[in-house]
């Protein structure tokens, strides 16, 4: 390989971005400035999407503005929940994420207009809806009856409510809420990238975060905290743990939830997602994924100096709160739409068409015989 490519643009600097920084003085993820932790100790979800969306966070005016414009854009059309009802019950829910924000894309008045404000309203319109669907076809594909949204729940407590009937206890409300925090913002990763590189082409932005949808799906970026429960549904039993490990680095398996392309001293978000999931497991009194996790951290640690990433302490957590496993990535989208929509946002405001050169390695030049000659 030529020695000035740089592949999977191994530390290039793309652009510039004020939405978020690894800052290495503080050893912390920050959004806005803001240490994500600091912002799981002080605010609901729904601040810190205020934040991403609009650079600074809300004063208690702002916030309710906001929250009620969220609140009154959850409900889908009828047309969207007749698309989702006849999807294949098979499909995986990041699929029918993808599928359900193209679909808000064709039904959106706005769709063509990319101006500051108008995306903006699409970003919230985007951000409201999409839990919804997917609660539907978390209903559906169960064979139960879809769960309309309601007005007088946080984003999180709708969740729970839509999916389950029912909204768990504070705390658990308060972990999810904590992972949706961790999960909102991360700079210039695959699935961002994408929604950016979509966007440069003055494409619109439900065509960028369908494309950040599917880019996120893979088991190497969002798609890892599902690969961690199956991981962990291997395993088993703790006793099982040490030699499940062992053997996985003897066979050079890559071991999911662990390794980060930014972070190669431990991810700033899994000390804050650790504690949470250790207060899920304590009031779900299940104890078994908590000692799987810290025998496979450790010898990750010791062994392969590789730290755990955010999705290790997710997985299991979300496990705990009752959700399938392939509800994980789709719950990671829910967030995250917030950190995408600041970025295509971003994008047009400063915009340069994304167009990398490549290295050709293929044929010389070759002359066309006609069919009947070759
Ligand atoms: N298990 C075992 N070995 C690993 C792991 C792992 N999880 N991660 C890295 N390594 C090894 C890798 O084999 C390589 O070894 P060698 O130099 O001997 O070939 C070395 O560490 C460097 O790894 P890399 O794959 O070149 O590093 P990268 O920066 O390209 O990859 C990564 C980062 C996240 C793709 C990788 O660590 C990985 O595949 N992790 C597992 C999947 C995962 O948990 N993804 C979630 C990422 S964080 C949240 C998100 O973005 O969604």
């Keep these: ?29 920050t959004y806005r400035g803001y240490a994500a932790q600091d912002l799981c100790a002080a605010c609901r979800f729904e601040e810190v999407a205020y934040l991403i969306l609009n650079k600074d966070l809300p004063n208690s005016i702002q916030l309710k503005k906001f929250e009620k414009e969220e609140k009154d854009h959850r409900e889908l059309s009828k047309n969207l929940y007749e698309i989702i009802k ?38 919230l319109r985007i951000f409201a809806k999409t839990p919804t669907a997917l609660a539907a076809f978390y209903r559906i594909r169960k064979g139960k009856k ?9 984003f999180a407590e709708n969740f ?26 991360h700079s210039f990763n695959v699935s961002t990238f994408t929604a950016r590189t979509i966007t440069s082409s003055l494409s619109d932005i439900h065509g960028a975060i369908t494309g950040a949808i599917a880019s996120l799906k893979g088991p190497l970026h969002g798609g890892a905290n599902e690969e961690v429960m199956h991981m962990m549904r291997k395993i088993k039993k703790p006793e099982n743990a040490l030699k499940w490990i062992n ?12 390794g980060h392309r930014v972070y190669k001293s431990g991810d700033s978000r899994v000390p804050t997602m650790r504690e949470y999931f250790g207060k899920v497991a304590k009031i779900k009194k299940d104890r078994t994924f908590e000692k799987i996790y810290d025998i496979v951290e450790k010898v990750m640690i010791k062994k392969k100096n590789i730290y755990p990433n955010v999705d290790y302490p997710t997985g299991p957590t979300y496990h705990l709160m009752g ?36 290295s050709y390695k293929g044929n010389k030049h070759r002359k066309v015989m006609q069919l009947n000659q070759r």
């Design 160 to 185: 729970f409510y839509m999916c389950f009937g029912k909204v768990p206890q504070r705390e658990i409300v308060k972990a999810f809420d904590v992972s949706l925090i961790l999960y909102a913002e």
């Design 247 to 258: 053997n996985a680095l003897k066979n050079k398996e890559v071991v999911m939830g662990f």
């Design 323 to 358: 959700f399938d496993t392939d509800f994980f990535t789709p719950i990671f989208v829910i967030s995250r739409i917030t950190g995408w929509s600041a970025h295509i946002m971003e994008q047009h405001a400063a915009n340069k068409l994304i167009r990398p050169l490549a």
């Design 86 to 123: 006849h999807m294949p019950k098979k499909s995986h829910p990041m699929d029918v994420a993808r599928t359900a924000v193209s679909v808000m894309g064709l039904e959106d008045k706005e769709t063509s207009n990319s101006s500051p404000e108008a995306n903006m309203r699409k970003a």
């Design 1 to 29: 390989m030529s020695e000035d490519i740089k592949k999977g643009l191994l530390g290039i600097v793309v652009d510039e971005t004020e939405v978020s920084k690894v800052m290495p003085e503080i050893n912390s993820l």
């Design 146 to 154: 879809i769960i309309k949204p309601k007005k007088d729940l946080t």
